[in-house]
């Protein structure tokens, strides 16, 4: 079973930047799967943020959030990290990580473990 740990999430202005860090553990296959993040505003449903292939070479983004984050990969520490500037109010939001096949999976939400318990992010205006 793997277990998803996020952190790094908290309350920063607008205009500002955040770096998301998740953890993987437990039976991760780690180099062999993909990584990803996705958000939940209160009163929406949950949607794809971003996600990166095992080799890192491969990255997909929503339109909302591109240009202005970025994720990457860190194999050897089964964790992925979401660097987050340019924050705008409307980012506002729970911040889960996940994993799946291929990056490509990941955005069309098939995943391959449970959720973390996610981290808040707030950007105030």
């Known amino acids: 079973q793997v277990e998803l740990v996020e952190s790094g999430g908290g309350l920063v202005q607008a205009g500002g930047s955040l770096r998301l860090s998740c953890a993987a553990s437990g039976r991760t296959f780690s180099t062999y799967l993909a990584m990803g993040w996705f958000r939940q505003a209160p009163g929406k449903e949950r949607e794809f943020v971003a996600a990166?292939?095992?080799?890192?070479?491969?990255?997909s983004y929503s339109d909302s959030v591109k240009g202005r984050f970025t994720v990457s990969k860190a194999n050897a520490r089964n964790t992925v990290y979401l660097q987050m500037n340019s924050l705008k109010p409307e980012d506002t939001a729970l911040y889960y990580c996940?994993?799946?096949?291929?990056?490509?999976?990941?955005?069309?939400?098939?995943?391959?473990?449970?959720w973390g318990q996610g981290t808040q992010v707030t950007v105030s205006s």
């Open positions: 990166i292939d095992w080799s890192g070479a491969v990255t």
């Open positions: 996940a994993m799946g096949s291929s990056a490509a999976a990941i955005r069309e939400g098939r995943i391959s473990a449970s």
